[in-house]
């Protein structure tokens, strides 16, 4: 079983649509995360998860929800999004404050 | 606000060639930085972890350094196979106060392709 699984790996969804992205760790990690990866442009850091707290929302617009019931569990609730949200959503954990990040499979999302 | 980049875009190399790849910061204040690989339509696979009192750190055919004061960072892949072709991503995670906090910041990527 990998560390960190992520759930759906694609979704295609039309803009009134609501879905949700699950993901996953069986690290043992305390932090965890959602990157953004779109065509031609760096990762991007979206939220951050210390011990279940949000502590970064990177100016992320609304129609992206987190949700991060317990240290293992991750979930980004998606509504009313646009196409230029299409784009490889990543979650990772680490240990707080060791900083190295393990990244899950992606969630190859799709607005049309 | 950091700035990572990553030089040179894509690199095409004949297999067994020993190869450098170029990691480039605007900030020093960095509590780590982390090489990653991805394959195409997938995740990040962590490479080489080096924390910011470190100067180098090795793992197998690669090497990773890096120069903190002059904001560069090399990964050095020997005897490089075609099983290495991928993206190959540079990220820096800031110092907040003795900790990062996962947040990194990204390189483009240097695409490399190994051929037979």
């Known amino acids: 079983e990998t560390g960190v699984t992520q759930t759906p790996r694609h979704l295609v969804m039309g803009m009134t649509n609501k879905k949700s992205l699950k993901c996953e760790q069986h690290l043992g990690h305390n932090a965890m995360y959602w990157y953004k990866q779109s065509a031609k442009k760096p990762l991007e850091l979206m939220f951050v998860y210390n011990f279940k707290e949000q502590t970064e929302n990177n100016s992320v617009p609304s129609r992206f929800s987190p949700e991060c019931p317990n240290s293992s569990h991750l979930f980004l609730h998606l509504h009313t999004l646009q196409p230029e949200d299409s784009a490889l959503y990543l979650c990772?954990?680490?240990?707080?404050?060791?900083?190295?990040?393990?990244f899950g499979e992606g969630s190859r999302l799709t607005v049309l | 606000k950091q700035e990572v980049t990553q030089i040179p875009a894509a690199l095409s190399v004949p297999e067994g060639e020993n190869l450098v790849l170029n990691c480039s910061f605007t900030?020093?204040?960095?509590?780590?930085l982390q090489w990653f690989r991805q394959d195409p339509g997938k995740g990040l696979t962590s490479l080489l972890l080096i924390q910011s009192s470190q100067r180098e750190q090795t793992s197998g055919r690669l090497n990773a350094s890096l120069d903190k004061s002059s904001g560069r960072s090399t990964l050095y892949i020997a005897a490089s196979q075609p099983g290495d072709s991928a993206t190959y991503l540079c990220a820096v995670a800031r110092n907040a106060g003795g900790t990062s906090y996962g947040k990194l910041t990204f390189g483009q990527g240097t695409i490399l392709t190994v051929h037979p």
């Open positions: 990772a954990s680490s240990q707080v404050r060791s900083g190295e990040l393990f």
């Open positions: 900030d020093s204040a960095i509590y780590n």
